[in-house]
């Protein structure tokens, strides 16, 4: 009934190495956030963009961002009625964050994700989802393979975030990443 899709593609290069196989509380990163997926209740996850994980599924177009990780992953997930998204690079958040997105999205919305933030989010796997994704993923605007074009094509709903923001940082650098590891020590700055 909820998949999970974790967005681990991408070239990294602000990280300078691959941000998935980053080591987060004694595991690599991507196994850190599968982990987050399988706790807000998603039955099977599938990895984009992640050649050394099992389950892994390659982009059907290259370097089309999350879109087209999305787009690759949704094929794998015919039997699930809805999917959580996440990306590799957000070890902090909470998982009631995620089981909040997940109680929207089932309270019958089509896609759902926090205010100010397109990541996570969550979506009714439909046929509706699927004549998006080709449409965005068909457009010569690169303005149209984007997390904002992708859930604005959808009823969107969009909630007030109670959580530290803090805890939806992007690890996208080495001083972001630092962060992430003050901030989940309690070192916080």
């Given at each position: 009934?909820?998949?999970g ?73 015919d ?26 999205l ?17 979506l ?14 068909a457009?010569?605007?690169g ?18 975030l ?28």
């Amino acid at each position: 009934m909820l998949a999970g899709i974790l967005l681990a593609g991408g070239r990294s290069s602000r990280m300078g190495q691959n941000k998935a196989l980053l080591q987060y509380q004694n595991q690599p990163l991507h196994q850190h956030m599968v982990g987050l997926l399988t706790q807000a209740g998603a039955g099977k996850v599938v990895v984009s963009g992640l050649p050394e994980h099992q389950g892994y599924v390659p982009d059907r177009v290259e370097a089309q961002g999350p879109i087209g990780g999305i787009d690759a992953c949704i094929q794998q997930l015919d039997t699930a009625e809805y999917v959580l998204v996440l990306p590799v690079d957000m070890p902090l958040l909470p998982v009631a964050c995620l089981t909040q997105l997940v109680d929207q999205l089932k309270a019958n919305a089509s896609g759902v994700c926090f205010e100010k933030y397109w990541l996570p989010c969550g979506l009714r796997n439909d046929a509706d989802l699927k004549q998006l994704l080709t449409k965005l993923m068909a457009s010569q605007d690169g303005r149209d393979r984007s997390m904002r074009a992708l859930l604005k094509g959808r009823e969107l709903t969009q909630l007030d975030l109670t959580a530290d923001h803090r805890r939806f940082i992007n690890a996208n650098t080495p001083g972001e990443w630092q962060t992430c590891l003050e901030f989940d020590q309690g070192k916080e700055a």
